[in-house]
């Protein structure tokens, strides 16, 4: 029978965010842009040929106590299965739980509009924990599926770290930074600079490999 897992990683990500607009209450929530560029790299079937990345406007909407909602909306080039490039729309929106300035569990959804090159769209949901070390490293977790489209893994685990460069005369505090696109607003500091590499650890039953996942 044959073995339908697939594991390596996928492409580095350097990232700016600028935070443009601060929170005042429920009915006013913070804003930032995203910008974000993966260099040709990876293993397995993960690897790319091509330098790909994308540009995202992101909220992040504290609605009740210790719970944050983060929506993004953007545009993507990136590169499919077969090496080609593509532009694509992309919509995420991740809900946050905030039981510790440290521990941050959440479950999110990514869509993207097409999925490939003359494709349809590709739905992914998942859910997982992050956890902040210090005033710029984070780990994180998570276990999901995708739930339309060709390209999504049908179900995956994987495992992310992201680490903030603080820039000169920014003050950023200690928790609550961008993570992957799953991107918080709440930094005291305007514009900072961030890596994260991305591990998908196990997937099962892949039809095609995810290029450039959101």
Do not use: C
Not at 69 to 80: S, T
Not at 114 to 137: H, M
Not at 154 to 179: C, K, V
């Amino acid at each position: 029978m044959p073995d339908d897992r697939s594991s390596g990683l996928a492409p580095f990500s350097f990232g700016f965010k600028y935070h443009f607009q601060d929170s005042q209450g429920i009915s006013h929530p913070s804003l930032g842009a995203i910008v974000r560029v993966f260099p040709s790299w990876g293993s397995g079937d993960f690897a790319s040929h091509h330098v790909t990345g994308d540009v995202r406007l992101a909220a992040d909407w504290d609605f009740a106590p210790k719970l944050s909602l983060n929506p993004n909306v953007g545009i993507g080039r990136y590169e499919d299965d077969r090496g080609g490039l593509f532009t694509t729309a992309l919509v995420a929106v991740t809900l946050n739980y905030l039981p510790t300035k440290k521990i941050n569990p959440f479950i999110d959804m990514g869509l993207q509009a097409p999925e490939q090159t003359a494709g349809k769209a590709s739905v992914i949901f998942d859910a997982g924990i992050a956890y902040i070390i210090g005033r710029n490293l984070q780990l994180d977790a998570s276990a999901g599926a995708g739930a339309h489209g060709v390209t999504p893994p049908h179900p995956f685990i994987s495992f992310g770290i992201s680490y903030r460069i603080e820039l000169a005369g920014q003050n950023a505090p200690e928790s609550r930074f961008s993570r992957n696109h799953k991107i918080t607003l709440k930094e005291e500091s305007e514009a900072q600079l961030f890596v994260y590499n991305y591990a998908e650890a196990l997937s099962f039953v892949r039809a095609n490999p995810v290029s450039g996942r959101t």
